[in-house]
């Protein structure tokens, strides 16, 4: 196993569990005090951030970042993480953990491929195309095992994560592109997440009284917090686009299939839920579909 089949293996591992700490943290069943979406962003971003200050400041005073690579990241970092991880969170919060794994996770390899696709970046057949649709199936039949619960809200919650979902793939689309024109995964990383924190905190200031339940948090909740911070972002995004700087964003962002299957997993360990058949027949048909976009993109890869 290669060095970036490890580091977006390693983010897909972290990504999976985001989305049960991050369930854990918008909702007050249990906990007692919940957070509310921009704040959670604006926290995990806000200390995700602190390790990425060091690169991107001597990036800068060795001259490695131009102006115009400084306009770029803090524009993706708006579109990544300050509009991305707010739409996010509203749409976990808003709908459930199966329909946020569906079209939060499901919809990114479509809309990627899509975008390269369309903008002649890459190419790719039916059976790339009907990988992908296994894939999506595979995933539905993990996050459908039980009705949603509709409510005022729900769908605004699930446009939410439409539009979430883009705009992960637009930011999978430039962020492969420009890295491509000298800028370095470190360096990417630190200036979209500093200029998403930025955004995130800036809009959280808007609601002051949201930050009053932090006093109130268990030592659990921060548990989970610094996991989303350091492992789901600080780690696993440096880790994501060190591989896509070397992979095809569509063969890379296929693998995201499998993040509903390691939040099942999580939830069966953690919290007690029971296997189902559904998991199990979605899990293979999702592997199928990623061994053989696998197997296409390194075809591909040897005859260029």
Sequence with gaps: MTKRTLAFWFAFLCWGGAYVAARYLLTSEKNGVAL????????????????????????????????????VMALLGQLAFSLYYWLQYIGIQETD?????????????????LLARITG???WGWLFLMCLILGFLGVALVGFQKPPALHPGFFLGVLCLVVNTFLFALYTHLSKQWMQEDIPP????????????IGLLFLSLLHPSDWRVIIYLSKVQWAAILFLA??????AYF????????????????YFYFEPVISIVLAIVLLGEQLTWQTVVGAVAISGAVIVAHAIGRQMHSNR
């Design 36 to 71: 509310s979406p921009l704040l959670l962003a604006a926290l995990r971003f806000s200390i995700a951030s602190l390790f990425f200050l060091f690169p991107l400041w001597r990036a800068l005073k060795q001259r490695h970042v131009t102006l115009r690579a400084l306009l």
């Design 97 to 113: 953990a199966s329909i946020s794994a569906v079209l939060g996770i499901g919809l990114i390899p479509i809309f990627t491929a």
């Design 121 to 123: 970046k890459e190419r």
């Design 186 to 197: 470190v360096v990417m990383t630190a200036g979209t997440m500093i200029s998403g924190a």
């Design 230 to 235: 350091v492992g789901c972002s600080a780690l």
């Design 239 to 254: 880790a994501y686009n060190a591989a896509l700087s070397q992979m095809d964003a569509s063969r890379v962002t296929i």
